[in-house]
């Protein structure tokens, strides 16, 4: 699946957040979004699953103009081939681990406790199905939330400051683990960070600012993807 932006605009209150971004992510690609605090990133991020809106240009997936597109026809669009990974987390306390991942395939309609429990052991938490939330790290819940982005096999995964609230070392586990399992499945990466580090396995890097996107680093020519 790909993803294309073209000449994206937006505003609150007539007050421009970004103007003119053109960006485009193929298949299997990683692409990370840097630049400054308040230029836009996760607002930008919420534009391209059509969370939020703008004010000109286009957002298409696999052709489809999201803006075109009902509250409803977006949202199945988002269950069907979007998965998201959020610096809070936004795991669900209530539920346990296995729970938690196994949600996108239960709003599918699609159960699947032998997928989930895969997708547990791909991300190292395979013995930890039955415990509740509030029992992890920082680490294991952003892995809990890697695993539940995946596991219903997205074209397309989300990351928004995954590594924030994270420890170095933590850090670089969390993002092997989310690099490995995008890769593994074929998806489309757009990471927003702040980090130099978490951009270390990017194919491309892109600063945004107030008047578009930049390429600042291109990987070497023949890098797997």
Request: hydrophobic share 45%.
């Amino acid at each position: 699946m790909t993803l294309h932006i073209e000449s994206l605009c937006k505003s609150y209150s007539d007050k421009p957040v970004f103007r003119d971004v053109s960006l485009s992510v193929g298949a299997g690609e990683f692409v990370a979004i840097m630049g400054d605090s308040g230029v836009g990133k996760s607002t930008l991020l919420n534009c391209m699953a059509g969370l939020d809106t703008w004010d000109s240009g286009r957002v298409l997936l696999q052709g489809q103009d999201l803006g075109q597109l009902s509250d409803t026809a977006l949202a199945a669009v988002r269950r069907q081939h979007i998965g998201f990974v959020f610096q809070a987390f936004h795991v669900l306390p209530h539920l346990d681990v296995a729970q938690n991942v196994g949600l996108p395939l239960l709003l599918l309609g699609t159960p699947d406790p032998q997928r989930v429990q895969a997708m547990l052991d791909a991300v190292g938490l395979g013995d930890m199905g039955a415990r509740l939330p509030q029992t992890l790290s920082g680490g294991q819940l952003q892995r809990v939330a890697i695993a539940r982005a995946l596991v219903h096999r997205p074209a397309l995964l989300l990351a928004d400051e995954p590594t924030g609230n994270l420890d170095p070392d933590t850090a670089n586990l969390v993002m092997d683990a989310l690099v490995a399992q995008t890769r593994q499945h074929g998806a489309a990466l757009v990471l927003v960070t702040h980090s130099q580090a978490a951009t270390a396995g990017a194919d491309r890097v892109v600063r945004l600012n107030g008047h578009g996107t930049q390429t600042v680093h291109q990987a070497h020519e023949g890098r797997s993807t």
